[in-house]
């Protein structure tokens, strides 16, 4: 941790990022290099979103600001940075001591056949070394390892299959590299957990399992189902069920609905059924004030269930407002396009797919290539760096490095296979982000108009009611998209 006007001994400074795992290179690109130019310091601290440029006056830090490893351009000021290590091992000398002995005593073969052993002799960690993470100590952590005894491990999904799935492409890859004399591997064993392993850690903790598709959990000791308790439409009192529910249970109930205007609008329905619950912010607020037999407040949950240890029952505003058997579900909405837009990993880049380079526009995924760009490696040998081959108009070409993979999103015009390739330093995707600009700034304008006009005017609160606006809902007949629910809420929202 430095900031600005702290005192740094650029030597020392040095020698602590290289034990810290950080690499020396001559253009700083991607997470865990540093570089030294005269009397200044780029570095790209690991778990950082940007690259910072230290300005030292003499001794003394005179700036420190971002800068874009793209053009090298310094961007905005910071008072201070924060430095992860570079790597999750130490790189002094007894680390590596202790590498090399470790490396004869649980790998077959000379070592001095081997780039790895000889790189980490000369303090080099080169790609891939975190594969040989048990060779630094004598004993390696998992995450249960930093987990609080009163931490509770959620299980997402059906495990066993993506164990099985893991185990068995794990077992294919050694079984293909486990005769190569230059990068001898370590056995799954010593790097990964086994199913059993796992869930016999697991088990240290109270989990909550989650499966996609289960509805019907069978009943325990601890939680029960509810019985139907919707509102009857058309009856005379409505929330019968529900009022035979709260006259014959022991348990205290608390209703749950989606929001704060819901939570509202429900009430006034509840109110004029006879039922006024006082409202609470919290489950601990109404486990608190055991006075009150019935409540409301706000959750997530779309099942209710009847809690035994604390004698409670959560009733929640889609039961009470269900349809029955026929019950419209909300279907679970893919990501939006933004999200999906965010290229997360090589894997899912197909050679030939259109992709968009956030300074240069749409090209074409050639590729990955590696590239010589003058780094050297301990013994003088050029240092390859992976690049995306980009393709443009006119056939040019672009080089992105894959630490810059965050600057490519996907395509998603219309035709993927005639989307109209962009000419390298023609202008055109400037051109077309400053039009885009534009046309976004003219709807700003003309929305923010629009709003400070409706705001001078006095307006009218219409009544919600609940029962009738699902009974007319239940009417329509297909699955509302994101956007149009979003709609729908924004308009009741503004009629409330």
Not at 8 to 15: N, Q, R, S, V, Y
Not at 292 to 308: D, M, Q, R, Y
Request: proline share 5%; no cysteine.
């Amino acid at each position: 941790h430095f900031k600005v006007k702290q005192k740094l001994d650029e030597a020392k400074f040095k020698a602590q990022l290289t034990l810290a795992g950080y690499s020396h290179v001559s253009q700083v690109v991607s997470p865990g290099e540093y570089a030294v130019r005269g009397g200044l310091i780029d570095l790209f601290p690991m778990g950082s979103l940007v690259p910072y440029r230290v300005d030292l006056f003499d001794d003394e830090i005179d700036s420190i600001r971002t800068f874009d490893p793209d053009s090298q351009r310094s961007l905005y000021p910071v008072p201070e940075v924060r430095l992860l290590p570079g790597r999750e091992f130490p790189m002094d000398d007894e680390a590596r001591a202790k590498f090399r002995s470790r490396w004869r005593e649980m790998l077959e073969g000379d070592p001095t056949k081997s780039r790895i052993y000889k790189d980490m002799g000369a303090g080099v960690a080169t790609a891939g070394i975190e594969y040989y993470l048990p060779l630094f100590f004598d004993d390696t952590a998992t995450v249960f390892d930093y987990l609080g005894s009163e931490a509770t491990v959620v299980l997402h999904g059906d495990l066993e299959p993506a164990f099985q799935r893991f185990w068995q492409d794990t077992k294919d890859r050694f079984r293909l590299v486990q005769g190569d004399p230059e990068r001898p591997v370590l056995p799954p064993e010593e790097l990964f957990l086994s199913a059993d392993q796992f869930y016999t850690r697991a088990k240290e903790h109270a989990q909550l399992s989650i499966r996609p598709g289960v509805e019907d959990i069978a009943e325990n000791p601890h939680f029960q189902k509810l019985g139907d308790l919707s509102v009857l439409r058309g009856a005379e009192d409505p929330l019968a069920r529900l009022h035979a529910h709260i006259r014959n249970t022991q348990h205290r109930v608390l209703l749950l609905a989606e929001s704060a205007g819901r939570r509202e609008s429900l009430l006034d329905f509840l109110r004029a059924s006879g039922v006024n619950p006082p409202a609470f912010d919290s489950l601990a607020e109404f486990q608190r004030t055991t006075d009150e037999k019935v409540g409301i407040a706000t959750a997530g949950l779309t099942v209710g269930f009847s809690w035994i240890e604390d004698g409670i029952d959560f009733v929640t505003e889609t039961e009470l407002f269900a349809a029955g058997p026929t019950t419209r579900r909300r279907k679970k909405q893919e990501q939006v396009s933004d999200v999906e837009a965010l290229i997360k990993d090589l894997a899912e880049l197909n050679v030939g797919d259109p992709v968009v380079h956030s300074a240069h526009g749409i090209g074409r995924y050639r590729g990955l290539v590696n590239m010589d760009v003058g780094n050297k490696n301990p013994d003088g040998t050029p240092a390859m760096q992976e690049f995306l081959h980009l393709e443009y108009a006119d056939k040019a070409v672009l080089y992105v490095p894959v630490s810059q993979l965050q600057l490519i999103s996907r395509y998603t015009g219309v035709s993927a296979d005639e989307a109209p390739l962009h000419k390298l330093g023609s202008g055109q995707w400037e051109k077309a982000k400053r039009k885009a600009a534009e046309q976004v700034r003219d709807s700003a304008a003309e929305l923010l108009n629009i709003y400070a006009r409706r705001a001078a005017r006095e307006g009218h609160a219409f009544r919600y009611s609940p029962q009738d606006y699902e009974t007319f809902a239940n009417d329509f007949g297909f699955e509302e998209t994101a956007d149009q629910n979003a709609a729908i809420h924004a308009v009741i929202q503004d009629m409330i």
